[in-house]
Nanobody
Framework: QVQLVESGGGSVQAGGSLRLSCAASGDTYNSNYMAWFRQAPGQGREGVACIYTGGGGSTYYVDSVKGRFTISRDNAKNTLYLQMSNLKPEDTAMYYC??????????????????????WGQGTQVTVSS
């Protein structure tokens, strides 16, 4: 089992920055892929960014956040991060981290598909005001 706990959310003005953290514990040694998703009220869960945790650390971002968000991982702390810059009101959502802990490998290109991830955190709220 894997436990994921998000933190770092809050309320900021447009143009501001936040860094989200996702602390992982439990059987994390087979977590080859990790990701951030978000969900605004009344909308479906949207993939934001993902990272392949193997050699190279390949990342992928949804178009709407490219150039503004950066996903990274600190292996020593077993923590996933999402650095969010130049935030926009449309970024307002509950942000969730997720991991695929099954140990499989399908390449260094991670996927932003909800069904690929078998453990999820409880989420952290990000609110961006105009």
């Amino acid at each position: 089992q894997v436990q994921l706990v998000e933190s770092g959310g809050g309320s900021v003005q447009a143009g501001g920055s936040l860094r989200l953290s996702c602390a992982a514990s439990g059987d994390t040694y087979n977590s080859n892929y990790m990701a951030w998703f978000r969900q605004a009220p009344g909308q479906g869960r949207e993939g934001v960014a993902c990272i392949y945790t193997g050699g190279g650390g390949s990342t992928y971002y949804v178009d709407s956040v490219k150039g503004r968000f950066t996903i990274s991982r600190d292996n020593a702390k077993n923590t996933l991060y999402l650095q969010m810059s130049n935030l926009k009101p449309e970024d307002t959502a509950m942000y969730y981290c997720a991991t695929d802990s099954r140990g499989g490998w399908y390449g260094s290109r991670c996927r932003l598909r909800t069904y690929e991830y078998n453990y999820w955190g409880q989420g952290t709220q990000v609110t961006v005001s105009s």
